[in-house]
């Protein structure tokens, strides 16, 4: 099953933060974090492990709680090259991947 | 510079037809996927390789086939079975913690 996200989309202001959200009723053993500008391939942002301090940079940082099986992603101060869908992917151990439905968010002056 | 290609990037094809889509990795990665993305729509896993000449289905195996002769290539073949093909088709590849970097797609389109 795939991993729900939240919110589907997303407008912000230049500047302002943003949390999007990733819940899996399975599992898991990593979430992984993805940025797609439209046409082009997924980037990878971030990964989280389970039993893993939560990762980040200085702008943008996940946070996983492996007991609720969820995952967050923070962009902070967020700028006009941050629009683009967001992914999670989620591991259960294996090499595979389930990927969610994807968060678009649109970044305006 | 080490990356993935992937060929064509537009493609188009008749119903009824088969067709072949080329993947290649220069990473030196053992592990390689293909997904189908649809317009609004997250990535859908078709087939996976972890090593060469061993491949498993993904949750949307019907109507596609793909082999792994080299550790470098994957390609996907989408063959007629394939009820509805036209779709953004993207191919991973990853190493270590299963972290996938993934090719520029190849658009198909079923004319």
């Known amino acids: 099953q795939q991993p729900v996200q939240s919110p589907q989309a997303v407008i912000l202001r230049e500047g302002e933060d943003a949390v999007i959200n990733c819940s899996s009723s399975?599992?898991?053993?990593?979430v992984h974090w993805y940025r797609q500008k439209h046409g082009e391939a997924p980037v990878f942002l971030m990964i989280?492990?389970?039993?893993?301090e939560q990762k980040g940079h200085e702008k943008i940082s996940a946070s996983f709680n492996e007991k609720k099986q969820q995952s967050s992603l923070y962009l902070t101060a967020s700028q006009l090259s941050y629009s683009g869908t967001y992914f999670c992917?989620?591991?259960?151990?294996?090499?595979?991947?389930?990927f969610g439905t994807g968060t678009q968010l649109k970044v305006e002056l | 510079d080490g990356g993935i290609t992937q060929s064509p990037k537009y493609l188009f094809r008749k119903e009824g037809q088969n067709v072949t889509l080329s993947c290649e990795q220069n990473?030196?990665?053992?592990?390689m996927y293909w997904y189908r993305q649809d317009p609004g729509q997250g990535l859908r896993l078709i087939y996976y390789?972890?090593?060469?000449?061993?491949?498993q289905k993904g949750d949307i195996a019907e109507g596609y086939s793909v082999s792994r002769e080299k550790k470098e290539s994957f390609p996907l073949t989408v063959t007629s079975a394939q009820k509805n093909p036209t779709a953004f088709y993207l191919c991973?590849?990853?190493?270590?913690?299963?972290?996938?970097?993934f090719g520029p797609g190849t658009r198909l389109t079923v004319l």
């Open positions: 390789s972890q090593i060469v000449n061993d491949f």
């Open positions: 399975k599992a898991l053993y990593s």
């Open positions: 990473l030196n990665h053992d592990a």
């Open positions: 989280l492990l389970k039993g893993g």
């Open positions: 992917g989620t591991g259960g151990g294996g090499n595979k991947l389930t």
């Open positions: 991973a590849s990853s190493a270590d913690y299963h972290v996938q970097f």
